[in-house]
């Protein structure tokens, strides 16, 4: 019996000795995380289109992490590529490398776009939502609260409010002080001026201390993110506003108060009409840029 065990003991050192090896045999080859001083970035701009930038690691046996957020650059695993970068600046684009041996440290490599992009000032609708690039302060909109529908639901796809169609400033007051402004600049920032309340949807009420869920409406001490923005995008024909930490005055759920996509039913230079679509619903909002 002693026989049998010392056998089966030899075998496992064995066993152990030969998955090993090859491992720390890998360990070695690994090579070394590259250094921050040796990370070698060109960034290029184009000889004939100043927004397009062209981005180059020259960094052997590695690839690379390049990050600028203001610049909507995110690249993960790539050499080289290509941005267009709409609006003049100074940036600043962070770039790690990584090989088999790891990620290196960041570093900071500057860079300057001179010149805006003319078809940012172009665009019809930046400029009916934010005024354009000759309103450095934007423009500003709100709830049109002396119209029949000026919030208000229907059925999903509905043009109107064939459900809830409130009567001109029938709602809490709260909805109808809020300024809304969209400012067309390189953050393309919103900003809700709220008066320190706004009229929220009874299912958002758990998102805030001074929320009733039973009530039909709920009107909170709700303070707006400073980090709000907007963008419009275009799918199937259609225009779309979206907002990011920030909603129209109204927020009717949870994705609303910091994600939330409008179709665009019209927009001219005093009015605007959007549609917020969660599913098996529509919610209307008319705003207007026109003074109360």
Same mark, same amino acid.
């Given at each position: 019996?002693?026989?049998? #065990? ?14 090993? $090896?090859? +491992? ?8 070394? !995380?590259?250094?921050?001083? $040796? ?68 570093? +900071? ?67 109808? $002080?809020?300024? #809304? ?11 809700? $001026? ?47 506003? !979206? ?8 927020? !009717? ?11 665009? !039913? ?27």
């Amino acid at each position: 019996m002693k026989k049998i #065990i010392n056998i089966l003991f030899a075998a496992l050192l064995l066993v152990n000795f030969s998955s090993c $090896d090859p +491992q720390e045999d890998g360990l070695k080859n690994l090579g070394n !995380v590259v250094a921050a001083g $040796d990370i070698k970035v060109s960034v290029t701009p184009d000889t004939s289109d100043p927004n397009l930038f062209h981005f180059a690691l020259t960094t052997p046996n590695c690839v690379g992490i390049f990050t600028c957020p203001e610049a909507s650059i995110n690249k993960t695993g790539v050499l080289e590529f290509s941005q267009s970068i709409s609006w003049a600046n100074n940036y600043v684009l962070n770039v790690q490398v990584y090989n088999k041996a790891g990620i290196s440290e960041a570093v +900071q490599i500057p860079f300057t776009v001179t010149e805006t992009d003319p078809s940012i000032c172009e665009n019809k609708l930046f400029k009916l939502l934010t005024g354009g690039c000759d309103a450095p302060n934007g423009k500003t909109w709100r709830i049109k609260g002396e119209v029949e529908g000026h919030v208000g639901c229907g059925e999903e796809g509905s043009s109107t409010n064939n459900w809830w169609n409130p009567a001109p400033f029938e709602l809490n007051s709260a909805l109808y $002080d809020d300024d #809304i402004t969209f400012i067309l600049n390189p953050e393309q920032q919103m900003v809700l $001026d709220n008066k320190g309340a706004s009229l929220m949807n009874e299912s958002t009420a758990s998102l805030f201390p001074d929320g009733d869920s039973s009530g039909s409406f709920v009107t909170t001490h709700y303070k707006p993110s400073t980090d709000a923005g907007w963008a419009i995008t275009t799918e199937n024909g259609e225009n779309w506003l !979206v907002l990011s930490n920030a909603f129209p005055a109204y927020a !009717v759920n949870e994705g609303a108060v910091t994600n939330g996509r409008y179709k665009i !039913v019209s927009l001219t230079e005093t009015d605007m009409h959007i549609v917020f679509l969660p599913g098996g619903i529509s919610w209307h909002y008319l705003l207007t840029s026109s003074p109360r």
